[in-house]
C-alpha cells in the first residue's frame, strides 16, 4: 500500500506540473486577436472583469474545500479507476481540438477532464466522489463570456419590465422603453417624461454581472447550510430567480432615491456615468440574495419534516463520502 501511495504522490505530481505546463507555458488560442495566448494569460485578463472577477478565489475556495476534507478523504480506501485513464486521453483529446480550432472553451473541458481523470486513475472511485463537490466549484473559475453575451440582453428586458410593473402596481407612474425606465408626465404639476427619474439599464445593471458571482455563493451557502443532497438541489436551483428579485431591489433603490434626492445623487449623470450611490448599493444585490437564500433554506427545513426527513438526516450522517 505505501508503494502504491508513493507511486501515486509521483503521478500526481508529474500530472500536476503537465498541468501547470499545459495552462501557463503553451500558447493555445488568439480569440480575437492575433497572437496566440496561454489559457492563464486568458484568465488573468477576464478575471480583471468585474463579471469574472470572482474566479480568481475559486482556486482558494478549492482548496479550502479539499482542506478540510482531507481526514475523511484518507480513511477512504486508494485504489485505481482504470477508466480515469480514458478520461485523461479523451481530455487531452478536447485540449488538442480547442488548440486547433483557436478555442479556449476547449481548453477549458480539457483541463477540467483531466482533473477528473487524474482523480479517478490515481484515488479510485470512492476519493473521487468526496472531492467531487470541490471538482464542480473549480468550474466557477473559468469565464464564459458568451452566456453573457447571450442572455444579457434578455435579462435586461426581464429586469426593465419587472421593475416597470412593480412600480406602476405601487402607484408610482412609468414608461417603460426598450431597456430604459423612467418616470410618466404629469401635466397638472408640470412634470416631462423623465423629471422624477430616468434610468437606462445598461449590461452590468441587468444582473448579469451580479449572477455568476451569486451561482459561487449560493452553491457554497447550500453545499454548507443543508445536509441532505436533494435540498441543496433545490435551493441552488433558486439562484437565478433570487438574483432577478435581488437586483430588481437595487433598481428600485435608485429610482426611489432619485425621486428623493434628486437623479444626479443616486444614479449620476452623462458626465460622471455613475454616483458614488450607485456604485455602493451594489453589495444591496449580495444583502437581498443572502437573506432570500436564507429564508429559503429555512422553508426546506421548516416543511422537510416527518419520518422520511429524518431517515434522510440520518443516512447522510451515516455515509463517510457523500457525493455533494
Not at 135 to 164: A, D, H, S
Not at 165 to 170: E, G, P, T
Request: charged residues 15%; hydrophobic residues 55%.
Amino acid at each position: 500500500m505505501s508503494r502504491l501511495r508513493t507511486s501515486s504522490w509521483l503521478v500526481l505530481a508529474l500530472l500536476a506540473v503537465s498541468g501547470l505546463l499545459l495552462i501557463a507555458m503553451q500558447p493555445y488560442a488568439a480569440g480575437y486577436g492575433h497572437v496566440r495566448k496561454t489559457i492563464l494569460d486568458e484568465l488573468l485578463m477576464q478575471w480583471k472583469d468585474p463579471t469574472w472577477q470572482h474566479g480568481a478565489l475559486l482556486p482558494f475556495i478549492v482548496g479550502f474545500l479539499l482542506w478540510r476534507r482531507q481526514k475523511e478523504v484518507a480513511q477512504l480506501p486508494l485504489a485505481s479507476n482504470r477508466w480515469g485513464v480514458t478520461l485523461i486521453i479523451f481530455a487531452l483529446f478536447l485540449y488538442f481540438a480547442g488548440f486547433r480550432a483557436n478555442n479556449f472553451y476547449c481548453g477549458y473541458l480539457g483541463i477540467m477532464t483531466l482533473i477528473a481523470g487524474a482523480s479517478l486513475w490515481l484515488e479510485g472511485f470512492q476519493r473521487s466522489r468526496a472531492r467531487f463537490f470541490a471538482w464542480l466549484m473549480l468550474g466557477f473559475m473559468w469565464p464564459l463570456p458568451f452566456l453573457e453575451e447571450g442572455i444579457g440582453y434578455q435579462m435586461r428586458l426581464l429586469m426593465v419590465k419587472t421593475t416597470g410593473f412593480v412600480l406602476n402596481a405601487v402607484g408610482v407612474d412609468s414608461l417603460v422603453s426598450g431597456t430604459a425606465l423612467q418616470s410618466m408626465p404629469n401635466i397638472e404639476l408640470g412634470r416631462k417624461p423623465g423629471d422624477l427619474f430616468s434610468v437606462g439599464i445598461a449590461a452590468p445593471c441587468s444582473g448579469m454581472r451580479s449572477l455568476f458571482a451569486l451561482l459561487v455563493v449560493g452553491a457554497l451557502f447550500s453545499y454548507f447550510r443543508q445536509r441532505v443532497m436533494w435540498r441543496r438541489f433545490v435551493l441552488f436551483s433558486m439562484i437565478l430567480p433570487i438574483a432577478i428579485v435581488a437586483n430588481m431591489a437595487r433598481i428600485l433603490v435608485l429610482i426611489f432615491s432619485a425621486m428623493a434626492f434628486g437623479q444626479q445623487w443616486a444614479i449620476g449623470d452623462a458626465q460622471k456615468e455613475v454616483s458614488t450611490f450607485h456604485e455602493f448599493t451594489g453589495i444591496v444585490v449580495f444583502l437581498v440574495a443572502l437573506l432570500l437564500l436564507q429564508f429559503a433554506s429555512w422553508l426546506l427545513n421548516r416543511f422537510c419534516g416527518g419520518a422520511d426527513c429524518k431517515r434522510s438526516r440520518t443516512v447522510s450522517r451515516q455515509v463517510v463520502a457523500p457525493v455533494l
